[in-house]
């Protein structure tokens, strides 16, 4: 996906979860994020998205203090879902406005305002998806994009504080294969930058011991796990569990616990 994708993205995915929410209990809990409910769901979404925001305008080239941020929080949770909703098209604005390459601060390996619109996508993404499971809602994810998240958070996830304290955990020289069967993916998809690759829906992870090593490409892992592009972007997340019945596993179950166990976010 290019960057103009990404922007549209983004504007859909923070009306859809803005649309999600309307109408909602926010005091019932968030399944995949324990302690959560709806509300501090939403009210995180929405202030990232603000955050982001204030980076990108300012062009910062230092974090900027969420805490520091006006966000304009309503008072009533009634209010939670249009207030998340109308974060989103400043947000998308000065993406558009920034373009993929002007240097701006960033918590990931890549300091250009593209990273924060591919981060904006996923970031959403799975906090949408999150909302419609805690009410019963299947999350339909687009495969494409789906594998492109997966990729995404394979690349940053270490390098944010919480998992990066428990990479350690991991036990060397294991691997983890990811494969998404979705039809897409059988003959050319698109990988990170939009280059074609009959591989991208498939994910080899080589556990080191401090941390892990991954790349595109089919082969045998200590443990496969198959199933559509959408699961596998929850699955490493944390969101769906191994068990579930649209995954199909093979090999060893443990070391599936034991990646969800370090990297849920």
């Known amino acids: 996906m290019n960057h103009e994708e990404y922007c549209d993205r983004v504007a859909a995915e923070v009306t859809r979860m803005a649309d999600v929410v309307t109408g909602a209990d926010l005091t019932g809990p968030v399944t995949g994020c324990p302690d959560w409910d709806l509300a501090k769901l939403v009210r995180h979404t929405g202030i990232v998205h603000r955050w982001a925001a204030a980076i990108l305008a300012t062009r910062a080239s230092e974090p900027i203090p969420q805490n520091q941020l006006d966000v304009g929080l309503p008072e009533d949770l009634a209010g939670y879902p249009e207030w998340l909703a109308s974060g989103g098209q400043p947000l998308v604005t000065v993406l558009r406005e920034a373009g993929p390459d002007t240097a701006v601060w960033t918590w990931g390996d890549d300091h ?154």
């Not at 294991?174 to 990988?191: K, N």
């Not at 080191?208 to 490409?217: A, D, E, P, Q």
């Open 112 to 265: 250009r305002s593209g990273w924060w619109a591919r981060r904006m996508l996923h970031e959403t993404t799975v906090h949408r998806a999150d909302a419609q499971r805690s009410l019963g809602v299947e999350p339909a994810i687009d495969p494409v994009a789906a594998a492109d998240g997966v990729d995404e958070f394979l690349r940053v996830a270490p390098l944010g504080s919480r998992v990066s304290k428990r990479l350690a955990g991991f036990p060397a020289g294991q691997t983890i294969h990811l494969h998404a069967t979705d039809s897409v993916f059988s003959d050319t998809a698109f990988s990170e930058g939009g280059t074609e690759s009959p591989q991208a829906g498939e994910w080899l992870i080589s556990l080191t011991g401090g941390g892990y090593t991954w790349s595109h490409g089919h082969a045998k892992g200590n443990v496969a796990v198959r199933g559509p592009a959408a699961l596998l972007l929850q699955f490493v997340y944390g969101r769906v569990r191994p068990d579930d019945e649209n995954l199909a596993v093979f090999g060893d179950p443990g070391l599936l616990a034991t990646w969800q166990d370090v990297m849920t976010l």
